[in-house]
């Protein structure tokens, strides 16, 4: 019988490196946001508390996920997508949190649900079922990506955003924003790095995958939560609006 896990980490295993530092780190960050609650004004509470949820998800996912490379060095699609499926509408929910106070309704929350839905549902079927179509199965799963991207840069979202009039919450909705342009960007090129049939697999190695992803999930979760963490101590100094 094995032993510890861990004691198996080969020294250049890169991807497992990544996979060790992000659990750590999203168990570092669930510490922080849940602990940081009982400092920050009431009304932003649920807020830090979904931001603790998002990073909770992903450190017991990252426990699965790095023990999963380790035997088998091969990604762990499933508890990949398992954690993306239920954090992803989480980071909907946050946006829909922060607007709420301005007149967000309950059906924005919902059409962000369903394109993230779409995005990872088909993204998951190009890269497991249908992995030798995957750069089409990529391009579907894009519109739901884009269906978010319109909501917080043109849609109805940066609406409520601009017509809030309050510009510690408009600073904080926009860097939201440029985590969905940027940081969410980093995916779709992980997804590119699919063995074989991906379409920068000739320059990424088929590793890059869990290393791009992995490091998207650490600025993406933890960073997003940290931006919603500092609306909230703002917010708790200055309550004047809203
Ligand atoms: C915490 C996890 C997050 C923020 C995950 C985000 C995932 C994406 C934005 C994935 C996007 C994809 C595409 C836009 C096309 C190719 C397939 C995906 C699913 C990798």
């Not at 190695?205 to 992803?213: A, C, F, V």
């Amino acid at each position: 019988m094995k032993a510890l896990l861990a004691a198996t980490l080969q020294s250049g295993d890169y991807v497992g490196f990544t996979f060790f530092i992000g659990s750590m780190a999203m168990l570092a960050a669930t510490v922080f946001f849940f602990l940081e609650m009982k400092s920050v004004d009431e009304k932003w509470r649920t807020s830090l508390l979904v931001s603790g949820l998002i990073t909770f998800i992903a450190a017991v996912h990252y426990y699965y996920m790095r023990d999963y490379w380790i035997q088998n060095g091969t990604s762990p699609t499933e508890f990949r997508y398992i954690d993306w499926i239920l954090t992803v509408p989480l980071m909907c929910v946050e946006f829909y949190l922060i607007l709420k106070a301005f007149g967000a309704k309950i059906g924005l929350l919902w059409k962000m649900i369903a394109y993230s839905l779409w995005m990872l549902v088909t993204g998951y079927l190009g890269e497991t079922v249908f992995r030798d179509s995957s750069a089409i199965w990529g391009a579907i799963s894009t519109l739901g990506y884009l269906g978010i991207f319109y909501e917080v840069w043109f849609g109805s979202a940066k609406q409520l955003s601009k017509n809030s009039n309050d510009p510690i919450l408009q600073r904080a909705f926009n860097t939201l924003a440029w985590f969905i342009l940027v940081g969410w960007a980093i995916y779709p090129i992980g997804y590119m790095a699919i063995e074989t049939d991906g379409i920068l697999s000739g320059v990424l190695s088929p590793s890059s995958l869990d290393i791009i992803y992995n490091i998207g999930d650490a600025i993406n979760k933890i960073g997003f939560g940290l931006v919603i963490y500092s609306l909230a101590v703002s917010k708790t100094a200055s309550p004047a609006k809203a």
